[in-house]
């Protein structure tokens, strides 16, 4: 149970959650910013997995792709909350 929260905390403050906030950030599109997100968490685990598929587990890598859309959608919503205030 500690690892799994571990894997989840890490991946909020590391770069799912941080670079999929910016991205999101960068569009007003919802869905594109969500994208954005999930595909740095895919390339994040795939960096630390040295490139190498075998080496990536299937949890860790959803964990990354769910925080990075959830961080990316959030970026659009703060980027679409900000131009209507």
Known sequence: ???????????????????????????????????????VGVMETLVFAHWNFANVETIELLIAVVVGLCAGSLGSAIRIKGTTA
Do not use: F
């Open 1 to 39: 149970m500690l690892e799994l929260l571990g894997t989840i905390g890490a991946n909020i403050i590391s770069l799912p959650g941080i670079l999929g906030l910016a991205l999101g950030m960068m569009t007003r599109r919802v869905w594109l910013g969500a994208l954005m997100g999930g595909a």
